[in-house]
């Protein structure tokens, strides 16, 4: 059965505005070796009518659509699930890949086994794909050959773009891949760096993008029941989310499960510990929206009693 070296995951829900030139960029790729993994999360617009266009027109294209929609952690997870590429990206319906990422980031993986994830320079663009800022490249050290040094410069990084890199499939299977909760892309790219090096082609191949209706600008609130811990997964609509606390324990429990030298783990363990102090004030704040929650449930009960 033919695997093909690299697997795009492309987990959309009503991306009519956009799905179409992301899916452009890709057909223009300069490498041509890629499977395209579409999962429609039970969209209402014109976004099926869109895929299935490019599917009749590109063998590669492959089309799914949810019979509801699972929340965006969920179908995210899924199309690296249905991918076979020895390489696996992840894209989203509205940002853009120019003409040479996938040669570069292919490229970059293929001569050196100790680097588990490529990805280059970006920027953001608008709705009309005009650059609204440049990103500049990020002090930290992600491509260290010493794993604490990798994961003290993931834990304390902000900027996301490295989670639509090219990524090592078999690597990325040694993790829980993505949870439906917020911040949860932080917690998967420090997981990878126990693994190995991360490495920015210094080329600008990549554009995010930024609108009204993206995740960032629309929905993002990490307490607030209903709206953005929704967005991970309908299953777990109203209910609270403890961000902070829930990063530190799963930073603690990937340093757990990777294959650490006693010194490496100690050493992670204290880069966690130093990250939560430094953090105390959100962690705090996480509590104060659980109590107040917690204390809002049991009003509307003592009112239906």
Not at 45 to 70: F, M
Request: net charge neutral; with cysteine; aromatic share 14%.
């Amino acid at each position: 059965m033919y695997r093909p070296k690299v697997s795009i995951g492309v987990p959309v829900y009503n991306g009519e505005n956009f799905i179409g030139e992301a899916i452009e960029s890709f057909l223009s790729q300069s490498f041509d070796d890629f499977e395209l993994i579409i999962s429609d999360n039970a969209s209402i617009d014109s976004t099926e009518a869109i895929c299935k266009y490019y599917q009749t027109r590109d063998g590669r294209i492959k089309y799914s659509r949810n019979s509801k929609n699972l929340g965006a952690a969920r179908n995210y997870n899924k199309v690296f699930t249905l991918s076979s590429g020895k390489y696996f990206k992840w894209a989203a319906h509205d940002d853009i890949c120019h003409q040479r990422f996938l040669e570069c980031c292919v490229n970059t993986l293929d001569k050196d086994d100790s680097v588990v994830l490529a990805y280059t320079e970006y920027n953001y663009i608008n709705e009309e794909g005009d650059e609204i800022l440049s990103r500049k490249r990020s002090v930290a050290d992600f491509s260290s050959e010493v794993v604490w040094k990798r994961f003290r410069g993931l834990i304390g990084e902000n900027g996301f773009a490295p989670i639509f890199g090219l990524i090592r499939s078999e690597v990325l299977m040694k993790t829980p891949l993505l949870g439906s909760f917020p911040m949860h892309d932080y917690i998967l790219l420090a997981d990878l760096s126990l693994y190995g090096k991360f490495y920015c082609i210094p080329d600008l191949l990549f554009s995010l993008r930024r609108h009204p209706s993206c995740f960032g600008k629309a929905v993002w609130n990490p307490h607030r029941p209903g709206d953005s811990v929704a967005w991970f997964d309908t299953l777990k609509s109203g209910s609270v989310s403890l961000p902070y606390w829930r990063r530190t324990y799963e930073h603690f429990s990937s340093c757990t499960k990777a294959e650490l030298t006693f010194l490496e783990r100690f050493l992670c363990f204290m880069i966690i510990t130093n990250w939560a102090a430094n953090h105390g004030k959100e962690l705090a704040k996480d509590l104060a929206f659980a109590l107040y929650n917690m204390l809002g449930i049991m009003k509307k009960v003592s009112k239906i009693e």
